[in-house]
């Protein structure tokens, strides 16, 4: 079994203690932000998006806003928190994904469907932006930055097993963030297993888990290759779905600014960012899959048939979704047909 250092074990080493500070200006700054995330400071998330919008502010505004960032939970409590901390102003800003606050972020998890998410973390990004008027009340709490797909769920399995030829995981125990990759998982006939992501990699190589619904970048960010040996998409690269994360300002925090500060943040957000952020997922992809082939494991594209199939399924996935909002007087299949209509609008 392969296995190497976790994202746990990356914070026992004390490292994760250590926020990164970056200051454009040798001025003392009229404003000081804290930034909180999950993953570890080599993550994508961190090294392509947060540090390099950090910069792009604090040259903006002439150091006038400075930022802390502490990766991998070091300002304290766990991954499903991060939402309430910026809420309740507990952290200035967070990076998140919504499925760690199931019921919290309704509208937009549509996004995270299978069969509406079609494996373009851009395309799917220029779509959230578009349907911003659709969503915008589950972040009526919040200053939302910027909300953002990765490029889609492959399946990722820890040991060799034959179930890329078949239907069905049935039995297995197979990890994801959001309700809709469990209830994915659920139509294939496997269970759902919950736990802290920083604990995924230890969980697939001690058995707790068989496999996870992740992307390529999820890979590497959480070195899921050391510990799996196959991974599978749909014959036309389709995915089970994806994950949709959320870069979030506390309200009070972005109230703070003067209206010529606000500017900047705001010309920071928004579309533009978004389309930058879906060319960084969907890059990134190719590293993961780097990693999985190097560790001497396989990708695999399912047979059509089997394709249909998990097309089939993801359909029912979207139905018990549709069902689950009209309990909130949403209107999910209208939702649906927007955010369809939104993605195949921005089709690559």
Same mark, same amino acid.
Request: glycine residues 8%.
């Given at each position: 079994m392969r296995f190497g250092t976790t994202l746990s074990a990356f914070a026992l080493s004390g490292v994760v203690a250590l926020a990164t500070t970056f200051n454009a200006n040798a001025a003392d700054p009229e404003f000081s932000f804290k930034i909180h995330h999950f993953l570890s400071p080599d993550a994508v998330a961190q090294t392509k998006m947060i540090e390099p919008w950090v910069e792009r502010i604090e040259e903006e505004s002439e150091g006038r806003i400075e930022f802390e960032i502490f990766p991998a939970m070091s300002l304290g409590g766990t991954p499903s928190g991060l939402y309430r901390?910026?809420?309740?102003?507990?952290?200035?800003?967070?990076?998140?994904?919504?499925?760690?606050?199931?019921?919290?972020?309704?509208?937009?998890?549509?996004?995270?469907?299978?069969?509406?998410?079609?494996?373009?973390?851009?395309?799917?990004?220029?779509?959230?932006?578009y349907s911003i008027d659709l969503i915008n009340d589950d972040f009526k709490d919040i200053h939302p930055l910027l909300i953002h797909a990765h490029a889609g769920n492959a399946l990722h399995i820890a040991q060799p097993l034959d179930v890329y030829q078949t239907a069905t995981i049935e039995g297995l125990k197979i990890y994801t963030p959001s309700r809709a990759g469990k209830w994915m998982i659920e139509?294939? !006939? =496997?269970?759902? /297993?919950? $736990?802290? @992501? %920083?604990?995924?990699?230890?969980?697939?190589?001690?058995?707790g888990a068989d496999g996870a619904l992740a992307s390529f970048e999820g890979v590497s960010a959480l070195n899921l290759h050391e510990v799996t040996t196959m991974s599978a998409e749909g014959r036309n690269k389709e995915?089970?779905?994806?994950?949709?994360?959320?870069?979030?300002?506390?309200?009070?925090?972005?109230?703070?600014?003067?209206?010529?500060?606000?500017?900047?943040?705001?010309?920071?957000?928004?579309?533009?960012?978004?389309?930058?952020?879906?060319?960084?997922?969907?890059?990134?992809?190719?590293?993961?899959?780097?990693?999985?082939?190097?560790? !001497? =494991?396989?990708? /695999?594209? $399912?047979? @059509? %048939?089997?394709?249909?199939?998990?097309?089939?399924?993801?359909?029912?996935?979207?139905?018990?979704?549709?069902e689950d909002v009209k309990a909130k007087d949403i209107k999910g299949q209208a939702i649906v047909r927007w955010a369809r209509a939104a993605i195949a609008n921005y089709k690559p």
């Open positions: 901390q910026v809420r309740d102003g507990d952290a200035d800003i967070i990076w998140t994904e919504i499925g760690l606050t199931p019921g919290v972020f309704p509208r937009t998890e549509v996004f995270e469907l299978p069969s509406v998410h079609l494996g373009s973390a851009k395309q799917t990004n220029l779509a959230i932006q139509e294939m !006939g =496997g269970v759902p /297993v919950e $736990l802290p @992501a %920083d604990t995924l990699t230890e969980a697939l190589a001690s058995g995915r089970f779905g994806t994950s949709v994360f959320l870069f979030a300002m506390n309200s009070d925090s972005y109230a703070s600014l003067p209206d010529d500060l606000k500017k900047i943040i705001d010309s920071n957000s928004g579309r533009d960012f978004a389309e930058e952020m879906g060319d960084v997922w969907d890059a990134a992809e190719t590293n993961g899959k780097n990693l999985q082939y190097s560790s !001497g =494991g396989s990708i /695999v594209r $399912l047979e @059509a %048939d089997i394709t249909a199939n998990m097309i089939e399924l993801s359909e029912k996935v979207v139905e018990r979704w549709v």
